[in-house]
């Protein structure tokens, strides 16, 4: 036979047995994956992860001897877990509890979720239950802002009654003592001028009302216009010059001037009016209160200081709230409704902006309002475009 012939048989018979070979190695393969024998998943297992994600609440999964076995993200975010260990007195009572008598316990645990002075508080609804092979189930919610809101709104209650009941009561008194006193042209002049004062604190009070009302509808302005930061300024500053002058406290402004932005004039210069008024309400007499205006990345920054008695860092958060005030004695003598900030923060932010503060205890405080800056050029040039190519009518 050819040795030709030979090699080619060879070859050939060489590829038929690699192919076997290979056919055979993945049998094997097969039969061993089908041969192995996996620890079959317990109940727990099986029904503990679609459980635990549908819950509303974040969880802990506590073993016997005190590891925590699972726990959702939030648990290592808030700092009560770490390396597997509960790390938070308040919820190791809670898991020893359980363990100890087999029952459902329940707290609301306040805590700061780090040691920073300005953390705010979280408050914390708090369950604890057994599970089976000596297990504890923790489960938890922050309803820090629920919370808040609840007690807003009940103070939102009580403070508007009794905002409304002191003018009102005012009212009522001082129009029985002016008839009483009709033979008496002096007392009817100064009773009647305390009249009108309380008249115009009702009437201030439930303005307020109805535009913060407004502002909350989330579309507090239908168009937008090009509006003069040194015309919204000076309006303001012009609406409490009389208060001011009551109160001996200096108006200073200041900084870059020419600046524009889009918006409502009206309701933007209603905001920076109640930043001056608070901060000359809270300024020590023969004080100071300065406005500075600039622009910065594209923003407009309008900054309110006073030289009052600041906030605390626990207060900074609420002030912004309706009716909120951190010293009840200190705000019954300067007056006010408790609205101002609340209508500033809406405004400021129907108008793409955010509102920043500074405050220091004994060292007043900086309220500044941070708007989207408009080129006035450009605006000026849509503005006329707009206008010219407006359809002719024909009459």
């Known amino acids: 036979m050819p040795n030709g012939v030979i090699l080619l048989l060879a070859a050939g018979l060489g590829l038929l047995v690699g192919a076997w070979a290979t056919a055979a190695f993945f049998n094997y393969e097969r039969k061993r994956e089908r041969d192995v024998v996996l620890p079959p998943l317990t109940d727990d297992q099986v029904t503990a992860s679609p459980i635990l994600d549908s819950l ?149 009070l439930v303005q307020e009302l109805i535009q913060l009302s407004r502002l909350q509808e989330g579309d507090a302005f239908r168009t937008s216009e090009l509006v003069s930061i040194d015309d919204v300024v000076a309006e303001a500053m012009d609406r409490v010059s009389v208060e001011a002058d009551t109160r001996d406290v200096t108006l200073v402004t200041g900084g870059t001037q020419g600046l524009y932005v889009y918006g409502d004039q009206a309701m933007l210069t209603t905001a920076v009016r109640n930043l001056i008024d608070n901060a000359v309400r809270y300024s020590h007499l023969h004080g100071r209160v300065s406005m500075g205006i600039s622009t910065h990345d594209g923003l407009v920054s309008i900054a309110v200081v006073d030289q009052g008695e600041g906030i605390a860092p626990d207060q900074k958060d609420r002030v912004f709230e309706r009716f909120y005030r951190g010293d009840k004695a200190r705000s019954r003598e300067t007056g006010g409704s408790g609205l101002g900030l609340s209508i500033v923060k809406h405004v400021v932010a129907d108008h793409g902006g955010r509102m920043s503060l500074w405050s220091t205890p004994g060292q007043g405080s900086t309220f500044t309002i941070l708007l989207p800056e408009a080129n006035r050029p450009q605006a000026e040039a849509l503005e006329q475009e707009a206008v010219t190519e407006e359809p002719e009518t024909n009459e």
């Open 56 to 204: 509303p609440q974040d969880y802990i999964i506590i073993e016997k001897s005190g590891k925590v076995s699972r726990a959702s993200t939030r648990a290592y975010s808030y700092g009560i877990v770490n390396d597997d260990e509960v790390i938070r007195a308040e919820f190791t009572r809670l898991i020893n509890a359980a363990h100890s008598d087999g029952l459902i316990h329940g707290q609301e645990i306040r805590m700061k979720r780090s040691t920073l002075t300005e953390d705010v508080e979280s408050r914390l609804i708090v369950r604890s239950a057994p599970m089976n092979g000596g297990r504890v189930l923790v489960l938890f919610e922050d309803s820090t802002t629920r919370l808040r809101l609840e007690e807003a709104r009940r103070d939102f209650t009580a403070n508007v009654s009794h905002e409304l009941k002191s003018p009102i009561g005012s009212i009522s008194l001082l129009s029985e003592t002016i008839a009483d006193s009709a033979d008496d042209p002096d007392a009817v002049r100064h009773f009647s001028s305390q009249l009108m004062t309380e008249s115009r604190r009702l009437g201030v």
